[in-house]
């Protein structure tokens, strides 16, 4: 059985509420003062361990990221170069016609605020990538290391984190 993530209402509105006002769009240099930058973690989808690509699992749970996300705006999509992760981003960046950019391991957060202010962006990570980047963007708790995991990060420019923890895609065998 498919469990589809379903946004709940307020979450939907805090994004329309990130749109900006006609006649007031800022600069794409100049984030508006108190910009609100969303970074949407989640791990690739389901692989065998012993293969570098997605299993069927896997494959089927990166067709229903779209669907997970429908709604939500979404302005770059980030991950490494490694077969699994390019195979969780395509079915999105191919749905929202977004290119995918691969990036280096290193400095990743600071990488997703630089250059992403006011913006919301997807990173498909790995383990030990997710907990560095979850810790650095403010995020509480574990973070997105299993599989349908998606948690969607509100960072301010000031004050605490906000974090959204979600599921997508069908439960991994063995999951309640």
């Not at 600069?27 to 069927?56: E, K």
């Not at 959204?164 to 991994?172: E, F, K």
Request: a positive charge; proline letters at 9%.
């Amino acid at each position: 059985m498919l469990r589809r993530l379903l946004l709940p209402a307020t979450l939907a509105a805090s994004f329309a509420a990130l749109a900006p006002l006609g006649g007031c769009t800022p600069s794409a240099s100049q984030p508006p003062a108190g910009a609100v930058t969303t970074v949407i973690l989640l791990r690739h989808a389901d692989r065998h361990p012993l293969q570098a690509g997605l299993n069927q699992s896997g494959l089927e749970r990166a067709a229903a990221l779209p669907t997970a996300l429908e709604g939500v705006p979404i302005d770059e999509i980030y991950t490494l170069d490694i077969e699994r992760n390019r195979q969780t981003a395509q079915p999105l960046a191919t749905a929202r016609g977004l290119p995918v950019r691969i990036v280096a391991e290193r400095g990743v957060a600071e990488m997703l605020m630089r250059g992403n202010a006011g913006k919301t962006v997807v990173w498909i990570g790995n383990t030990d990538n997710l907990a560095d980047i979850h810790r650095a963007l403010g995020g509480d708790g574990a973070p997105p290391d299993r599989y349908g995991d998606l948690f969607i990060l509100r960072v301010p420019e000031r004050g605490p984190t906000i974090v959204t923890r979600m599921i997508y895609g069908r439960a991994p065998a063995g999951a309640s």
